[in-house]
Every structure is written in C-alpha cells, then in structure tokens.
C-alpha cells in the first residue's frame, strides 16, 4: 500500500515539476530584461521614483513591459508544457485575466494549468485527417480559451483573489520576530540549490508580488545575491584553500552576485558540494532574515546590487548582503582543507591512466 502511494505521488508530481520549471525558465526572460531596464532607468534619474517622462520614462515603460507580462508568460508557458503549441494562446489569456481580477500569481499558475489541461482533452475528440489543421489553428486555442478563461472569470478568480488579498495582508502584518522563519527559509531556499528548482520556488513567489509585498523580494533579492559574493570573497580572503583556477573563477562569481546571478556559485558547489552548500544554505538565510529585519524593500522583481536603485532602506540592503555573504565566506574557508597542487609525477600518472588503449588484436 505505501509503495503505491509513493507511486501514485510520483505519478504527478514529476510532471507538475517539469511543467512549472520549464514555464519558470521560459518566464525568466521577462523578469530579466524587465526588472534590470526598470532599475536602470531609476538609477539614471537619480531620484528614488520611477521616471514618467522624457527618456527615461520611455526606458521605465519598457522595464514596466517586461514586468507586466511575466505571470501571463508564466501561465502560457505552464499549458504549453502541458499541451504543446496549442496550450500558448488559452494559457496567456487565462493568466493575463488572473492578473486583471487580482488573482496575483496562484491565479496565473492556475490558469495555466486548466487551459492545458483544457487542450489536452480537446486533443482527445476524434477530428477527421481533412481538418487536422483547422483543429490547432481554430478548436484548440478558442476551446481551450473559452473553457480556462470562462472558468476564471466566472467561477474561481474571485475566490483566488480574495485568498490573495488575505495573503497580502498577512503577510504585511508580520513584523519584527513574526518575518525571522519566513525569511530563513525563503533565504535557504534560494541558496540551496543556487537557481534550481527550490531556488525557483522561492523566487517565484517573492516576484510575482513585488508590487504587493516589495519586503519579500527585500529579503531574497539579498539572498540570491549571497553565494557566489560569499564564494568569490572566500577565494580572495584565504587563497591558501584555493587552486588558480578557482580564484580566477572567484572574480566571476564576484561580478555575478552584484549583478544578482546566484547561478555564479555552481563552480564552487560542484567541486565541493559537503562544504558549499551547505554554506551557501545558511549565508542566503541568514541575508534573507537581515533584509526582512532590516525593513528593506526592492521594487524589482530582481536581487543583487544592481536592483539597489529602487531598494528603500539600501544601507540595510548592503547590510544584508554582506552579512550572508560573509556567513558563506568564513565557513567556506574554515571548513577547506588548504589547496595542494599536484606534482608533476601526479600530473604523468594521470596523462599515463588517461590515455590507456586497449587493442584488442592482441588477445
């Protein structure tokens, strides 16, 4: 019975996770491009609000673009992996609506999730092979519309959007003690995994309400920041514990956490994961913890220190970046063993082992 439980829970949960990674990595773009073009025209204006007018107004409404179209983009992208091409036009729809009755991100993972599973079944009905094409031209995108849609707008958007409004509200009461284990855990999330799925998890749900909750992305803008400025200061502080190659590979993963790249501390993981992640865990939370303690507040959908243009409170910011950052540092170069290099006789045996041929004319 618990073998066929387990089963049946890894029945659907490998593809739900497929499906919202691969919407997650497809959304991505948008929250890049529009997060980064946002922040910059702010940094250009020189004034903590967001530029309306002249050209860098022009510049803040093509950040504001990108920003506006990544939950339907995350909706589209979840029917797409569902049910192919067919699933793109119902799933954007559907998520663009959530977004219009305030059903936040759950309504737009929602929608994309009924408007796929909505073509999927259209997909079923028997069609004869003269009107193949018509089918996923005209029957798919306007079936799986009407029913996703229909079933949003008339039927559970509003009860989502009220959940939402509930958890906006929650969540903006906690204060002082009440956000430390929110944000420990949002923090280790995001640097468990350094951009994988968990890191996704909690990214997610801190971007999609930056407009409601900008503490939220406050704490893991700050945390996603902290591995690979953790790592990178590790490189610079205690050489000794580092080959060449990865102090070369420290002044990268440096540029990456300003510019909010968490994936800049993979390297360092991958060599050494018993040491590295479980620092990169723990200095993301504790960055995570002291940007919601702090009161910061970030504007974009983005972390790092590029996003400290539209980051109220950017002194508690850095604070909190350099705290976690610097959690990753002294455990990571504590705990290293110092680097040796090889020998040149090592180096031989290796070259020797590495290119040993087997001919087998001679047995």
Same mark, same amino acid.
């Given at each position: 019975?618990?073998?066929?439980?387990?089963?049946?829970?890894?029945?659907?949960? +490998?593809?739900?996770? !497929?499906?919202?990674?691969?919407?997650?990595?497809?959304?991505?773009?948008?929250?890049?491009?529009?997060?980064?073009?946002?922040?910059?025209?702010?940094? &250009?204006?020189?004034?903590?609000?967001?530029?309306?007018?002249?050209?860098?107004?022009?510049?803040?409404?093509?950040?504001?673009?990108?920003?506006?179209?990544?939950?339907?983009?995350?909706?589209?992208?979840?029917?797409?992996?569902?049910?192919?091409?067919?699933?793109?036009?119902?799933?954007?729809?559907?998520?663009?609506?959530?977004?219009?009755?305030?059903?936040?991100?759950?309504?737009?993972?929602?929608?994309?999730?009924?408007?796929?599973?909505? $073509?999927?079944?259209?997909?079923?009905?028997? #069609?004869?092979?003269?009107?193949?094409?018509? @089918? @996923?031209?005209?029957?798919?995108?306007?079936?799986?519309?009407?029913? /996703?849609?229909?079933?949003?707008?008339? &039927?559970?958007?509003?009860?989502? /959007?009220?959940?939402?409004?509930?958890?906006?509200?929650?969540?903006?009461?906690?204060?002082?003690?009440? !956000?430390?284990?929110?944000?420990?855990?949002?923090? +280790?999330?995001?640097?468990?995994?350094?951009?994988?799925?968990?890191?996704? #998890?909690?990214?997610?749900? /801190?971007?999609?309400?930056?407009?409601? &909750?900008?503490?939220?992305?406050?704490? $893991?803008?700050?945390?996603? +920041?902290?591995?690979?400025?953790?790592?990178?200061?590790?490189?610079?502080?205690? !050489?000794? !514990?580092?080959?060449?190659?990865?102090?070369?590979?420290?002044?990268?993963?440096?540029?990456?956490?300003?510019?909010?790249? @968490?994936?800049?501390?993979?390297?360092?993981?991958?060599?050494?994961?018993?040491?590295?992640?479980?620092?990169?865990?723990?200095?993301?939370?504790?960055?995570?913890?002291?940007?919601?303690?702090?009161?910061?507040?970030?504007?974009?959908?983005?972390?790092?220190?590029?996003?400290?243009?539209?980051?109220?409170?950017?002194?508690?910011?850095?604070?909190? $970046?350099?705290?976690?950052?610097?959690?990753?540092?002294?455990?990571?170069?504590?705990?290293?063993?110092?680097?040796?290099?090889? @020998?040149?006789?090592?180096?031989?045996?290796?070259?020797?082992?590495?290119?040993?041929?087997?001919?087998?004319?001679?047995?």
């Amino acid at each position: 019975m618990a073998e066929n439980a387990s089963k049946k829970k890894q029945s659907w949960w +490998a593809p739900a996770q !497929k499906h919202l990674m691969t919407a997650t990595g497809y959304m991505i773009p948008f929250v890049v491009a529009g997060g980064i073009i946002f922040a910059l025209a702010v940094m &250009l204006s020189g004034k903590p609000s967001v530029p309306t007018t002249g050209n860098l107004g022009k510049l803040a409404s093509i950040g504001s673009a990108g920003l506006a179209l990544f939950i339907p983009a995350l909706g589209g992208y979840i029917a797409f992996s569902m049910a192919d091409r067919p699933g793109l036009a119902p799933g954007f729809i559907t998520a663009y609506l959530a977004t219009q009755i305030h059903a936040g991100f759950i309504g737009g993972i929602i929608g994309g999730i009924m408007a796929g599973f909505a $073509v999927k079944y259209l997909k079923k009905i028997k #069609v004869p092979n003269n009107y193949r094409t018509l @089918t @996923t031209i005209f029957l798919y995108p306007l079936g799986g519309t009407l029913i /996703a849609s229909g079933i949003m707008v008339y &039927l559970i958007g509003a009860p989502i /959007a009220n959940f939402m409004t509930f958890l906006t509200h929650f969540l903006n009461s906690l204060s002082g003690a009440a !956000k430390a284990p929110l944000g420990a855990v949002l923090g +280790a999330m995001v640097g468990v995994d350094m951009g994988g799925p968990i890191n996704k #998890v909690a990214y997610t749900f /801190a971007q999609t309400q930056v407009d409601t &909750l900008p503490f939220l992305m406050g704490g $893991v803008g700050a945390a996603g +920041a902290t591995p690979p400025i953790g790592l990178g200061i590790a490189t610079l502080i205690f !050489k000794k !514990k580092f080959s060449p190659e990865d102090r070369d590979a420290g002044i990268a993963a440096l540029l990456m956490g300003t510019m909010g790249i @968490t994936e800049g501390a993979i390297p360092f993981a991958t060599a050494d994961p018993l040491r590295v992640i479980p620092a990169n865990t723990i200095g993301a939370a504790v960055a995570c913890l002291s940007g919601f303690m702090f009161g910061c507040l970030n504007h974009a959908p983005w972390g790092g220190l590029i996003v400290l243009p539209v980051v109220d409170n950017r002194w508690g910011y850095i604070a909190a $970046v350099a705290l976690g950052s610097a959690v990753v540092a002294l455990i990571v170069g504590f705990a290293k063993k110092p680097y040796v290099a090889e @020998t040149p006789a090592e180096e031989k045996a290796e070259a020797n082992d590495d290119d040993i041929d087997f001919d087998i004319q001679q047995f």
